[in-house]
C-alpha cells in the first residue's frame, strides 16, 4: 500500500511537472507571436515534451489556455448552486461575475494578447465551458429542473446571454487596461444584468 501511495504521489507531481512546461511555454509563445499563430508543435517543442504528451493532457489549445478558467469556474458554480440562481449574481463579495473577473486580471497579460485578435474559437469554448459547467450542475438537482418548466427563457439562453454579455465587458476592460477597478465593473455588469434576469425568473423569484 505504501509503496502504491509512493508511486501515485510521484505520478502527480510528473503531470504537474509537465503541464507546467506546457503552460509556461505556451504563455512564452503567446507574448512572442500571438495566440492564433502559436501551434500545437510549436508549444511541445518549446516545452521539449511531444505532440502525444500534449494530447494525453489537453485536446487543444483552448483547453490549455483555459484549463485553470473552467477548473476554478467548476468549484465556483459548486459553491454557489445550494443557493437561489439570483444570488449567484448578487452584488456580495462571494459573487461569481467578481470572481471572473479577479480570474481575467490574474491572467491580464494572456488576456491582453487574446483580446486583441478576437479569436472566435477562444469565445465559442468560454461560452461551453459556462454552459455546460452550470447546465450539468442544474440537471443533477430535480428540484432546479422542476423549477426550470416555470421560468419564460430555457437556462441555455439565459447562460448564453450572460457569457456574451461578459465577453464583451471583458474585452472592453481589457482595452481600457483594466479599469476601471474590479468592484466598478462588477457593480456596472450586474446593474444592466440583474433586472433581466430578474424578469426570466419573474415566475419564480424563490429560484
Sequence with gaps: MENLKKTI????????????ALRQAFRDLVKDKGYDAVTIEEITE??????????????DKEDLLLEDFADKLLALVENASPRPLIQWFSKGEDN???AEFEMVLKSADLFQTITQEQSNTVYNRFRDIHVKTVSKLILQSPSIQERIQNVNFSHEFILNYYTGALWSSIV?????????????MVNSFLTMFNPGLLLALSRERNW
Design 46 to 59: 518549446r516545452a521539449n515534451l511531444g505532440r502525444t504528451t500534449f494530447y494525453l493532457h489537453y485536446h
Design 172 to 184: 472592453w476592460w481589457v482595452e481600457q487596461g483594466f479599469t476601471p477597478e474590479i468592484e466598478e
Design 96 to 98: 461569481i461575475v467578481k
Design 9 to 20: 504521489r510521484k505520478e502527480d507531481r510528473r503531470i504537474t511537472r509537465t503541464r507546467s
